[in-house]
């Protein structure tokens, strides 16, 4: 009898919403009992009237499918022993079924002091949308009032239980669950289910979080950047600063060099691991301040440099091989995919040696850090493809499946994902692109193979791209990057993909040509010449005019391509293999 009625507490307080969707349920929570060798069937009913429960039994060998009355636990007048018995059973009835209802009254935040209608529509942490919820209160109130407690201050004297396992059949109660109405969360329900330390705050600068968690916890330094209520709990936007030898879990991190934003010039290894959350597929980079030592011969080995360790790229980030960044890359960003649970480790070997770009060699000049000094400021942002919890999170109570919850992916991450296979991501209309440690002065890494991609609005037909800078190795008849093949000795061939001879290897800017911008007169008015039909571009210009117009009705992409073996000069317009400096305009409306 007590697990039935323990059972039947939790049934009550767990059903969905309406009386009539209660019905269905009852059957399947009855029990069995036997007394003097005749087993008959205990089962509930619910009167919709009155919001309440009788219990009835039904003998097993009745044809008729006819039942008895309610059911009494009235003992023999005769045995007082079983009376006491019978009574001690009731009382602890009474109790585990108030406790077990209480209970759930406290963990939905019921307040006994507010004014409750049942019926009343109300929000929830748990259920978003106050559906299921709303359901909940009502049959656990409904469960005190059988025992003669009313709502308010009386419910405040029960004793809180110990936090119950509920126990049902789980395959019955996901049927439940997905007959209900899509959730719908409000602004209310919205806040409460943010997590602290998840939720981004001043368009990504930070994390919404406590005060408290926003400082010096275990080796990751807080220092908050304004105020923040958008989660439970939270009230700090807060900037979570690692330095060398860091580790961390944290949606969004800054790993800086020692002593930022002061220049440096000590010889060591720093680095920062990144732990990859359960439900994230990517991480952004983005370098606030870069600076260090150019490349030399298309390498950063040989000098300062900044290593990404991916174990989704273990054949190079960047290209076969190609992990390492130098130079300056202030403003630049890094797409990475990576596996959720993996790692992520940034590592920066320096020295304090080498010439930093645009710096002065005889020191009369700081540039701008100085002759050898480097530094470094990169925000590392963990963007999610699932909402926290999806893959299979601890539930907030215990036993039961996830039911549905209210979390989701926060719009500065969905805004941030790029599309699949784009090492550099750019979702502004107008803008501007350039190659890697792109100075004007120092050369462009070997061994690089990605993409850049833009994202593509509605309407879109294209781009119009214009090089302020390009240089690319090229065979000797392509350096003026005007044409796309030379012929030599009648033999044809092609500018920036040829490996045969004296050739410098595969080296290109990608992209579907379309027009160098001259116009002509068609049937419909003046349009774009076609006139510029190519896809690989190198040498000292983008095309004919260093401006290029694309046509297209397929992604926006550029592809980056340079070979694995260096160049010699000879290979190289005037003033060396410098890479690209790019204004793009995306193209919208009728073209």
Same mark, same amino acid.
């Given at each position: 009898?007590?697990?039935?009625?323990?059972?039947?507490?939790?049934? +009550?307080?767990?059903?969905?919403?309406a009386?009539?969707?209660?019905?269905?349920?009852?059957?399947?929570?009855?029990?069995?009992?036997?007394?003097?060798?005749?087993?008959?069937?205990?089962?509930?009913?619910?009167?919709?009237?009155?919001?309440?429960?009788?219990?009835?039994?039904?003998?097993?060998?009745?044809?008729?499918?006819?039942?008895?009355?309610?059911?009494?636990?009235?003992?023999?007048?005769?045995?007082?022993?079983?009376?006491?018995e019978?009574?001690?059973?009731?009382?602890?009835?009474?109790?585990?079924?108030v406790?077990?209802? +209480?209970?759930?009254?406290?963990?939905?935040?019921?307040?006994?002091?507010?004014?409750?209608?049942?019926?009343?529509?109300?929000?929830?942490?748990?259920f978003?949308?106050?559906?299921?919820?709303?359901?909940?209160?009502?049959?656990?109130?409904?469960?005190?009032?059988?025992?003669?407690y009313?709502?308010?201050?009386?419910?405040?004297?029960?004793?809180?239980?110990?936090?119950?396992?509920?126990?049902?059949?789980?395959?019955?109660?996901?049927?439940?669950?997905?007959?209900?109405?899509?959730?719908?969360v409000?602004?209310?329900?919205?806040?409460?289910?943010n997590?602290?330390?998840?939720?981004?705050?001043?368009?990504?600068?930070?994390?919404?979080?406590?005060a408290?968690?926003?400082?010096?916890?275990?080796? +990751?330094?807080?220092?908050?950047i304004?105020?923040?209520?958008?989660?439970?709990?939270?009230?700090v936007?807060?900037?979570?600063?690692?330095?060398?030898?860091?580790?961390?879990?944290?949606?969004?991190?800054?790993?800086?060099?020692?002593?930022?934003?002061?220049?440096?010039?000590?010889?060591?290894?720093c680095?920062?691991?990144?732990?990859?959350r359960?439900?994230?597929?990517?991480?952004?980079?983005?370098?606030?301040?870069?600076?260090?030592?150019?490349?030399?011969?298309?390498?950063?080995?040989?000098?300062?440099?900044?290593?990404?360790?991916?174990?989704?790229?273990?054949?190079g980030v960047?290209?076969?091989?190609?992990?390492k960044?130098?130079?300056?890359?202030?403003?630049?960003?890094?797409?990475?995919?990576?596996?959720?649970?993996?790692?992520?480790?940034?590592?920066?070997?320096?020295?304090?040696?080498?010439?930093?770009?645009?710096a002065?060699?005889?020191?009369?000049?700081?540039?701008?850090?100085?002759?050898?000094?480097?530094?470094?400021n990169?925000?590392?942002?963990?963007i999610p493809?699932?909402?926290?919890?999806?893959?299979?999170?601890?539930?907030?109570?215990?036993?039961?499946?996830?039911i549905?919850?209210?979390?989701?992916?926060?719009?500065?991450y969905?805004?941030?994902?790029?599309?699949?296979?784009?090492?550099?991501?750019?979702?502004?209309?107008?803008?501007?692109?350039?190659s890697?440690n792109?100075?004007?002065?120092?050369?462009?890494?070997?061994?690089?193979?990605?993409?850049?991609?833009?994202k593509?609005?509605?309407?879109?037909?294209?781009?119009?791209?214009?090089?302020?800078?390009?240089s690319?190795?090229?065979?000797?008849?392509?350096?003026?990057?005007?044409?796309?093949?030379?012929?030599?000795?009648?033999?044809?061939?092609?500018?920036?993909?040829?490996?045969?001879?004296?050739?410098?290897?595969?080296?290109?800017?990608?992209?579907?040509?379309?027009?160098?911008?001259?116009?002509?007169?068609?049937?419909?008015?003046?349009?774009?010449?076609?006139?510029?039909?190519?896809?690989?571009?190198?040498?000292?210009?983008l095309?004919?005019?260093?401006?290029?117009?694309?046509?297209?009705?397929?992604?926006?992409?550029?592809?980056?391509?340079?070979?694995g073996n260096?160049?010699?000069?000879?290979?190289?317009?005037?003033?060396?293999c410098?890479g690209?400096?790019?204004?793009y305009?995306?193209?919208?409306?009728?073209?």
């Open positions: 009898m007590q697990s039935y009625v323990i059972t039947l507490g939790l049934l +009550v307080a767990l059903c969905s919403s009386s009539s969707q209660v019905k269905p349920w009852l059957p399947w929570f009855g029990s069995d009992s036997c007394e003097n060798g005749v087993c008959s069937s205990i089962f509930p009913t619910f009167n919709e009237e009155d919001d309440s429960l009788t219990f009835h039994n039904c003998e097993e060998d009745d044809d008729d499918g006819t039942c008895l009355g309610p059911v009494t636990a009235t003992p023999p007048a005769d045995d007082s022993r079983n009376e006491e019978a009574v001690s059973k009731i009382k602890d009835f009474e109790k585990e079924a406790e077990k209802a +209480v209970g759930v009254l406290k963990a939905l935040g019921f307040n006994p002091e507010e004014e409750y209608n049942p019926g009343q529509q109300r929000g929830g942490r748990l978003a949308g106050g559906i299921l919820m709303q359901a909940a209160i009502d049959k656990a109130l409904a469960v005190l009032r059988l025992f003669g009313n709502t308010g201050a009386q419910i405040n004297t029960i004793p809180q239980p110990e936090p119950a396992v509920f126990k049902v059949q789980q395959s019955a109660l996901v049927n439940l669950v997905d007959t209900l109405p899509a959730v719908v409000s602004p209310t329900d919205a806040k409460d289910t997590l602290p330390n998840y939720e981004p705050c001043r368009g990504g600068e930070g994390l919404c979080t406590s408290q968690e926003c400082k010096n916890i275990g080796g +990751v330094a807080g220092k908050s304004g105020k923040c209520g958008n989660c439970v709990g939270c009230s936007c807060c900037q979570f600063v690692t330095g060398c030898q860091g580790i961390t879990d944290k949606m969004i991190t800054y790993f800086q060099s020692p002593g930022y934003p002061r220049t440096d010039r000590s010889n060591e290894a680095s920062l691991t990144l732990n990859v359960d439900e994230v597929c990517q991480v952004r980079l983005d370098f606030i301040d870069f600076e260090m030592a150019a490349p030399q011969a298309g390498s950063c080995s040989g000098v300062d440099n900044f290593e990404i360790i991916n174990t989704a790229q273990p054949g960047f290209g076969p091989g190609q992990s960044l130098c130079g300056l890359n202030k403003g630049q960003h890094v797409y990475m995919p990576v596996k959720p649970g993996n790692i992520l480790i940034m590592r920066a070997t320096t020295s304090g040696v080498r010439n930093i770009p645009l002065r060699l005889d020191g009369t000049n700081r540039g701008l850090s100085g002759d050898t000094a480097f530094r470094w990169a925000r590392v942002t963990q493809c699932e909402a926290p919890g999806a893959r299979g999170g601890r539930s907030l109570m215990k036993d039961l499946p996830d549905r919850s209210a979390r989701r992916i926060p719009s500065h969905r805004k941030l994902l790029a599309p699949d296979g784009c090492r550099q991501y750019f979702q502004e209309s107008r803008g501007r692109l350039q890697f792109y100075d004007g002065k120092s050369e462009v890494l070997l061994n690089q193979n990605y993409a850049i991609c833009l593509r609005p509605a309407r879109s037909c294209g781009m119009t791209l214009k090089a302020l800078g390009f690319l190795p090229a065979s000797a008849g392509c350096l003026p990057g005007n044409v796309p093949a030379e012929t030599v000795d009648g033999v044809c061939s092609l500018c920036c993909t040829s490996t045969e001879g004296d050739s410098p290897g595969v080296n290109y800017l990608g992209v579907s040509g379309y027009s160098d911008g001259a116009s002509v007169m068609t049937p419909i008015g003046q349009n774009y010449a076609v006139n510029q039909d190519r896809y690989f571009f190198c040498g000292a210009k095309g004919v005019t260093n401006l290029m117009v694309t046509r297209t009705k397929g992604p926006l992409l550029l592809r980056v391509r340079t070979a260096y160049w010699e000069q000879v290979s190289c317009p005037d003033g060396g410098l690209f400096l790019i204004n305009d995306v193209d919208t409306g009728t073209c």
